[in-house]
């Protein structure tokens, strides 16, 4: 007789944890304090404008900005301003957080003067504000290109790259405003950021060593560290700086998630399941609890799967798939330990809960078989085969039991159902070849 549950137990096996990545805080845009020079008069004023640089001067001497700013607005149209007016009420307004109304006045500054860098720098700034990067580093570029030699303006244009996910050119202009200022944390910080998502990990690492020789105790340091010995698939190393940053007060659900999973692969498992017991404690995410214990199941690790099992207490309101999934779960934990009955029970409850629970299913199935209850494992495996995330398996294993019966029409049948499903699984070609030979020969 031809088994083919070798078929079903791969399929089953083939859980693996979900991949995740170090959650990295993005650098911030931080807009320095306008001062009366920022908003100087530069080019010149129109004649007719003249009347107000009575009123500029001592408002700007003064710090009285949005009372400027509104008799500025109500005493001229934006169409006839001069550049240098309307590149005044931009920086007013945009110091007044209003960007939507600074982008109006900054762009007829450049309608007046095509060449006023200092106009595209305001206007850079607020398309940041107004989230619109590709168009900020546009205006940043143009900004440059025109004499504009403000070191914070490199700063501005990495954070519009880094929007704009254009990663590589965040690095050039980190790199440029780093000239500058060399020892700004904040801009260390963002360049980090950069490198990491250029996946420039040499670069980070060396950055890194030069910041924590300053400060051991910075915490996204150590964030940035793990990432870049990630991506060099240097697991220990990583593992270490993620439990460095847990010790010094991380708490991120998906950092703590990715510490654990590499716990469980490269570590320690009693202190994943610690971290484990923190995520289900702290942030209630059965989902990533119920994936460690899958992957403790098909690893093998019995004892740590049901210690980890324990910690999981849902409520009769917690989701039905939830509850499911906990129930199938701990039938697999029995059924593995050779508690055919406790097995049944559990996967019986999954189902309950969960009708099209394939997994729990196609194991309830195989626990029937081994009852000596065909009929009610055909029923089970039927309902199976129509779920994609078991079908072939349900395919192969309701083919074996037809075996089994005698009934070689049957499999048949089924298993070139199977085949067509799953065309690249030749062995199930060469089984239907083998069937094929034995229903001729019983036919002669």
Do not use: C
Request: proline letters at 2%; charged letters at 15%; glycine letters at 4%.
């Amino acid at each position: 007789m031809m088994k083919y549950l070798m078929l079903t137990t791969f399929f089953l096996s083939q859980m693996a944890l979900a991949e995740l990545s170090i959650k990295l805080e993005q650098p911030q845009l931080l807009l320095q304090q306008i001062s009366g020079a920022d908003l100087g008069i530069t080019p010149k004023l129109h004649d007719n404008e003249g009347q107000f640089k009575q009123l500029i001067n001592d408002s700007l001497a003064a710090e009285s900005y949005l009372v400027l700013l509104t008799e500025l607005k109500k005493q001229q149209k934006i169409e006839t301003m001069s550049a240098a007016m309307a590149y005044l009420i931009g920086q007013l307004s945009l110091q007044q957080q209003q960007p939507k109304i600074a982008a109006q006045y900054f762009k007829q500054a450049i309608k007046q003067r095509p060449n006023y860098g200092k106009a595209f720098h305001g206007l850079g700034l607020t398309q940041l504000q107004l989230q619109q990067p590709v168009a900020a580093t546009s205006s940043f570029s143009s900004a440059l290109q025109l004499g504009v030699r403000d070191p914070q303006l490199y700063h501005y244009l990495g954070y519009g790259y880094i929007q704009s996910q254009n990663f590589h050119s965040a690095v050039v202009a980190y790199q440029q405003a780093k000239l500058f200022s060399p020892n700004d944390r904040q801009l260390n910080q963002a360049l980090l950021y950069a490198y990491s998502q250029a996946g420039q990990s040499a670069a980070a690492l060396s950055l890194i060593e030069q910041m924590l020789n300053h400060n051991q105790n910075d915490k996204s340091l150590w964030l940035h560290r793990a990432n870049a010995l990630l991506s060099k698939h240097d697991y220990i190393l990583a593992l270490a700086s993620l439990e460095t940053a847990i010790r010094l007060g991380e708490s991120n659900q998906q950092n703590l998630a990715l510490t654990a999973q590499l716990q469980l692969q490269h570590g320690s498992v009693q202190r994943a399941q610690q971290l484990y017991g923190r995520i289900w404690r702290n942030h209630n995410n059965p989902t990533l609890v119920l994936e460690a214990v899958e992957y403790l199941i098909t690893s093998s690790q019995f004892g740590s799967a049901t210690q980890l099992l324990k910690k999981m207490q849902l409520s009769t309101t917690s989701p039905a798939n939830l509850q499911s999934r906990l129930a199938y779960l701990t039938g697999r934990l029995a059924q593995l330990q050779g508690s055919t009955v406790q097995a049944a029970k559990a996967f019986e409850r999954a189902i309950s809960f969960n009708a099209v629970n394939g997994p729990a299913l196609l194991a309830l199935a195989q626990v029937k078989r081994l009852q000596q209850h065909s009929h009610q494992a055909q029923m089970l495996l039927l309902r199976a085969s129509a779920l994609d995330q078991v079908k072939l398996a349900a395919l192969t294993e309701h083919a074996d039991l037809m075996m089994s019966l005698g009934r070689y029409s049957k499999a048949l049948a089924l298993l070139q159902q199977a085949g067509a499903y799953a065309p690249q699984q030749l062995s199930i070609g060469e089984n239907i070849k083998i069937l094929q030979r034995i229903i001729s020969q019983s036919d002669s």
